[in-house]
């Protein structure tokens, strides 16, 4: 089966065309700048392969439902495409950031879902409208194909309420349903799974801290399999230091920055979710650019990469302490996988409660999933690659078969 998986944002659509029998990528690309001037497709075939090929496209693309008659041009393209007709899409998978405590499992798209991704905007501005166009666009491109929706917030629909709830007033939650819903959680349900494997044990069995290391970054707590707790919350601002987020921070600020500042509420939610984080404190959101910066003696770079670690540590001790027994401590994305300073930082201090980093292992550049510990490490610290297009491919593999 070709599933076709779409990440729809509000002036972007990536995707991916994936061969479900071999779970190998045909296709990938993003076609960017929707509604600007002038807006870009980048269309990857047979991509990370020694046959890649790659296609640039830039013109004006003026709405989602032109975007999408491209990338379903070059995917069919008789020179180039990877499929001889729309026909061979025989399923598509829809990545949705916020199903609130609406959806606990994947679905397929009907009328209903739609208007409950609609109801669930105000908790979910950002991502969901962008969602949401693309679900209206590629039901219209392609009535007769199954699609289905996969949540970044269904893994962590687990959580037990003393996890989710805020300490506010009751009638917040049932009025607005304000309470933590998690992000990231496709990402932590692929590790999960795959760090289980490594393992060798059933998923349902490990207790694990997944930590998602990327411009967006999130930690799990994992037992038995399940999330019981994680550090995004409402919005995917809350938790870690991010490349441009904040994360935790004392609510009281913002009443401060608008007496002292005259900042509107949008202009502080700007501020903490664009402006601060990495970004803030050193003016670098990248962290191969903080590393560059801290080797030229950059003190602020210095200073976000150690308020990062110090951080991730805290976090990491607090699961240690929920769950008691820990299997695996599971680095993955962008900074998770490919740097070692940041997974040193992060579990510098924790040898005396069972974390044992191998110095070497650490360092070796190496692809896919691996263990970083010490061969007498109580608990194991590994290196799993993430793969969310792939999760999104079988959830929806699995929820048409399920149907
Ligand atoms: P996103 O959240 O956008 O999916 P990624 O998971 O791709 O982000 O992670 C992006 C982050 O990973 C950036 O901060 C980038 O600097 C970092 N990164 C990527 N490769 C490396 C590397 N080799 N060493 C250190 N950081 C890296």
Redesign the pocket.
């Known amino acids: 089966m070709n599933v076709l998986v779409i990440n729809s944002g509000s002036s972007s659509i990536k995707y991916q065309l994936l061969d479900m029998r071999t779970e190998h990528v045909l296709c990938s690309g993003a076609v960017e700048r929707i509604g600007e001037a002038v807006g870009s497709l980048t269309h990857k075939i047979a991509p990370s392969t020694e046959g890649e090929d790659k296609i640039t496209l830039t013109q004006p693309i003026a709405d989602h439902e032109e975007g999408m008659h491209l990338v379903i041009g070059l995917i069919t393209d008789a020179e180039k495409g990877v499929v001889k007709s729309m026909d061979e899409i025989e399923a598509i998978g829809h990545r949705i950031v916020q199903g609130g405590d609406v959806f606990n499992a994947s679905c397929r798209v009907d009328d209903r879902v739609v208007d409950e991704l609609t109801k669930l905007i105000p908790l979910g501005p950002v991502h969901n409208p962008g969602h949401l166009a693309g679900i209206r666009v590629a039901r219209h491109l392609f009535p007769k194909v199954p699609q289905v929706t996969v949540f970044d917030t269904v893994f962590h629909q687990t959580m037990p309420p003393r996890a989710y709830m805020y300490a506010l007033p009751y009638e917040l939650y049932e009025e607005l349903k304000v309470r933590r819903y998690g992000f990231h959680g496709t990402s932590h349900a692929y590790v999960t799974k795959e760090a289980a494997r490594f393992l060798g044990k059933p998923a349902e069995e490990a207790n694990l801290i997944t930590v998602h290391l990327?411009?967006?970054s999130s930690m799990c707590c994992v037992q038995n399999g399940k999330s019981i707790d994680t550090s995004m919350g409402l919005t995917p601002l809350e938790g870690l230091i991010m490349?441009t987020r904040c994360g935790d921070a004392d609510l009281a600020i913002y009443p401060l920055l608008g007496a002292a500042k005259g900042l509107s509420i949008e202009e502080i939610n700007d501020l903490t979710n664009k402006q601060s984080g990495f970004k803030g404190i050193c003016g670098k959101n990248?962290?191969?650019d903080i590393?560059e910066a801290v080797a030229q003696g950059d003190a602020k770079a210095r200073l976000a990469l150690d308020m990062f670690g110090y951080r991730n540590r805290k976090y990491i001790g607090s699961y240690l302490a929920v769950l008691g027994r820990v299997d695996a401590i599971v680095f993955t994305?962008?900074?998770g996988e490919?740097?070692p300073v940041a997974r040193e930082l992060s579990c510098r201090g924790l040898e005396h409660l069972g974390i044992r980093l191998d110095h070497d292992r650490n360092l070796a550049q190496a692809r896919g999933a691996r263990d970083i510990a010490t061969s007498d490490s109580p608990v194991r610290v590994l290196v799993i690659p993430t793969n969310e297009e792939l999760e999104i491919a079988r959830q929806t593999v699995e929820v048409l078969r399920a149907n």
């Open positions: 990327g411009n967006g490349g990248d962290m191969r590393h994305a962008g900074i490919n740097d």
